[in-house]
């Protein structure tokens, strides 16, 4: 069977490190936990769980923590977690499945990553992350910031997902801080880096700064696809916060360069053509979502409702507008049976039967 070493670096997480600890504690033959400067009762509620904490002085890179964490540990596969994260009781069954029946040259297991909800708890943002990783193929975190192990070699995909419920905002400038240290060392950041770092300052309302790097990125032949679309997507953003809507699209429309259209990009376009007035050629775009296959293993990040409650509303007033007054019904009622209970739902209701539909 297949031994898994949970490996965590934490700091100041006394919040939520023991709800992910008792999440994870099932399928994890040990527990390596790296402190980086905790001043709360952290490292006490860790030792409730394991006596394999380890001290390492915070040098501002992610990267780094993770890796002495990885190389604290003994068995088969790392398994990587965040204090905020936590494992469903669905995934634990899955990860015992994978411990049993997973074959032992696999060298990368990814697993979905949620961090945004609906108040009924589904999922709203996901993406897949390298979860397990098999400890003697030697893969190595890189980056200071939005660290990241490559995947490679056997690759299997699970649908052991893994949530992150932030219960305390980040630290604020933290990662533009450690982004622009890197730069004034003389660093050069990667693609990925530069795409964080551009968000960062968009982020910040420093929108005319941001948008060079993101043009920057797009232009880059060699970047990962998925970071040029979401690079494409964030120009947009820029421009439309600068005041330039009339440029905004444009960056939408170069992104269908890099790959089949996204669901998520489809509602990007037509929430611009409805902002414009054109209700029927929003109504297009709306429609191509609802069409997009799940790409979610593709890369880059994923928003489940764009494939079918958001294109659905959205249709909904795309037809209003249009004068279909019974067709934008329909098209709501189709949204309200995946949401049942959401306001908007029910308050398009109302406003239908106010029609006498």
């Known amino acids: 069977m297949n031994t898994i070493s949970l490996c965590m670096i934490v700091r100041d997480?006394?919040?939520?490190?023991?709800?992910?600890?008792?999440s994870a504690a099932p399928i994890a033959d040990e527990i390596v936990l790296v402190d980086t400067g905790s001043v709360?009762?952290?490292?006490?509620?860790?030792?409730?769980y394991t006596n394999r904490i380890y001290h390492f002085d915070w040098i501002d890179?992610?990267?780094?923590?993770?890796?002495?964490?990885?190389?604290?540990?003994?068995?088969?596969?790392c398994l990587w977690l965040d204090a905020d994260d936590v494992l469903p009781q669905a995934s634990v069954r899955e990860i015992k499945r994978l411990k049993s029946e997973m074959p032992p040259d696999t060298d990368v297991v990814m697993m979905p990553y949620h961090v945004g909800f609906d108040p009924s708890g589904a999922p709203t943002f996901t993406y897949y992350r390298e979860r397990l990783i098999r400890r003697a193929a030697g893969l190595r975190w890189i980056g200071a910031v939005h660290e990241v192990i490559t995947p490679q070699g056997k690759v299997l995909y699970s649908t052991a997902a893994v949530e992150h419920?932030?219960?305390?905002?980040?630290?604020?400038?933290?990662?533009?801080?450690?982004?622009?240290?890197?730069?004034?060392?003389?660093?050069?950041?990667?693609a990925r880096q530069q795409l964080y770092y551009a968000r960062?300052?968009?982020?910040?309302?420093?929108?005319?700064c941001a948008a060079p790097l993101f043009e920057a990125l797009i232009a880059q032949k060699e970047a990962w696809a998925p970071n040029r679309i979401d690079a494409c997507v964030q120009l947009s953003a820029c421009f439309?916060?600068?005041?330039?809507?009339?440029?905004?699209?444009?960056?939408?429309?170069?992104?269908?360069?890099f790959a089949p259209p996204r669901a998520e990009l489809c509602c990007q376009i037509g929430n611009w053509f409805l902002d414009d007035g054109q209700p029927?050629?929003?109504?297009?775009?709306?429609?191509?979502?609802?069409?997009?296959?799940?790409?979610?293993?593709?890369?880059?990040?994923?928003?489940?409702d764009?494939?079918?409650?958001?294109?659905l509303m959205q249709l909904c007033v795309c037809y209003d507008r249009m004068g279909n007054t019974r067709e934008a019904a329909q098209y709501n009622e189709r949204a309200g049976a995946l949401k049942p209970q959401s306001e908007a739902y029910l308050q398009n209701v109302r406003y239908f039967k106010s029609k006498g539909i």
């Open 61 to 77: 890179d992610f990267a780094a923590a993770r890796n002495f964490a990885f190389d604290q540990a003994h068995s088969d596969y």
């Open 280 to 304: 029927k050629t929003a109504a297009f775009w709306y429609q191509a979502a609802l069409n997009c296959p799940d790409d979610s293993r593709e890369g880059g990040f994923s928003t489940p």
């Open 165 to 190: 419920h932030k219960e305390k905002p980040p630290e604020p400038g933290r990662n533009r801080r450690i982004f622009e240290k890197m730069m004034a060392q003389g660093q050069s950041l990667d």
């Open 306 to 311: 764009c494939r079918g409650y958001i294109p």
């Open 13 to 22: 997480e006394e919040q939520t490190l023991e709800r992910c600890l008792h």
């Open 200 to 208: 960062e300052l968009l982020e910040a309302g420093e929108a005319a």
């Open 240 to 257: 439309q916060r600068l005041g330039q809507r009339e440029k905004a699209l444009s960056p939408l429309l170069q992104a269908l360069r």
């Open 40 to 48: 709360d009762k952290t490292v006490e509620i860790a030792e409730k």
